[in-house]
């Protein structure tokens, strides 16, 4: 079992930043172990893919957010963040994170993930 907190999220000025925390917990938690995703949805709209760091390490972006939004993590502290610069109001969404143990299908299937965060709300304001 993996237990996800989500933290970070606020109101911010088109154009501004924020970083978003994503802190695991669980027994048998680890990253060479666990494929790590964000996802976000919108007010009326399907859930969607936003970025992943597969248990290989291989990295995954939705084009939306290429070349703004970045994944990083730190190592002791089981915190996976993601740096999001040049934020628009179209980013307006709640962001989830989200875990699965050695997935075999795409980093941007939400299927694919077996345990969620409860989320935290991100506001780019124009």
């Known amino acids: 079992q993996v237990q996800l907190v989500e933290s970070g999220g606020g109101l911010v000025q088109a154009g501004g930043s924020l970083r978003l925390s994503c802190a695991a917990s669980?027994?048998?938690?680890?990253?060479?172990?666990?494929?790590m995703g964000w996802f976000r949805q919108a007010p009326g709209k399907e859930r969607e893919f936003v970025a992943a760091?597969?248990?290989?390490?291989?990295?995954n972006y939705a084009d939306t957010v290429k070349g703004r939004f970045t994944i990083s993590r730190d190592n002791a502290q089981n915190i996976m963040y993601l740096q999001m610069d040049s934020l628009k109001p179209e980013d307006t969404a709640v962001y989830y994170c989200?875990?699965?143990?050695?997935?075999?299908?795409?980093?941007?299937?939400?299927?694919?993930?077996?345990?969620w965060g409860q989320g935290t709300h991100v506001t780019a304001s124009s």
């Open positions: 760091r597969r248990w290989d390490g291989n990295m």
């Open positions: 669980g027994r048998t938690f680890s990253w060479s172990r666990y494929t």
């Open positions: 989200a875990a699965a143990l050695k997935s075999t299908m795409p980093t941007s299937w939400a299927r694919g993930y077996e345990y």
